[in-house]
Structures are given as structure tokens and as C-alpha cells.
């Protein structure tokens, strides 16, 4: 069955980086654009960013451009987050996700914190 499983959360001061994985399974990972959303406390979940299957188009959410950055690597399954200068605003719980026709495969999120 699809399943997507994130790692790589933390708790990070102001400033600092943390690399966010998730290792994908179960469907043709290759032909899927990919998307990390995030969901902070209070507010609802939010696309943070997506790359496509090949890897050769990439968009952010502003509150994150220039700071984040997704890759996949298709031989391994695996996208990735690269977060630098983090903010306290940056703190939520991070989630991978692909669409297939019909539904929504997600996985259980990472906690990224942000906090001095």
C-alpha cells in the first residue's frame, strides 16, 4: 500500500537548518509530483512547497522562498526538505504528500520547533 514517512524533526534555535526526509513506497514514486505542506498551531495545513516527477520544476510558498529547498532523489524514493534560517514562525508539524487520481496519500508528519 502507499505509504509516505516522514523524519528528520526537531527542535532548532532561530537561525539554525534541518533537513526534513520522507521515503516514499507502494506507487510508481518516479511519475508523482511531490509536496511538502505544513501545519502550524491555530492555523490549517498549508503547501509549503512541491517539485515535479523529474525534479525539473520546484515552487515555494513566499513565506519560505529562499530559505527552503525540495529535492527527490527517484532511485532511493525519497524527498527531501532543506530548511535554513529558521523561525519561530516555521514551527509545525511537516507533512509529505502525493495525489493520485481521487485521493490524497499523506504521512504522519514530523514536528519542526523553532525556539530559542
Known amino acids: 500500500q502507499v505509504q509516505l514517512v516522514e523524519s528528520g524533526g526537531a527542535m532548532v534555535q532561530p537561525g539554525g537548518s534541518l533537513r526534513l526526509s520522507c521515503a516514499a513506497s507502494?506507487?510508481?514514486?518516479?511519475?508523482?509530483?511531490m509536496r511538502w505542506y505544513r501545519q502550524r498551531p491555530g492555523k490549517e495545513r498549508e503547501l509549503v512547497a512541491f517539485i515535479t516527477n523529474d525534479g525539473g520544476r520546484t515552487n515555494y510558498a513566499d513565506s519560505v522562498k529562499g530559505r527552503f529547498t525540495i529535492s527527490r532523489d527517484n532511485n532511493k524514493n525519497m524527498v527531501y526538505l532543506q530548511m535554513n534560517s529558521l523561525e519561530p514562525e516555521d514551527t509545525a508539524v511537516y507533512y509529505c504528500?502525493?495525489?493520485?487520481?481521487?485521493?490524497?496519500?499523506w504521512g504522519q508528519g514530523t514536528q519542526v520547533t523553532v525556539s530559542s
Open positions: 504528500s502525493t495525489e493520485f487520481p481521487g485521493s490524497v496519500a
Open positions: 507502494g506507487f510508481a514514486f518516479s511519475i508523482r509530483t
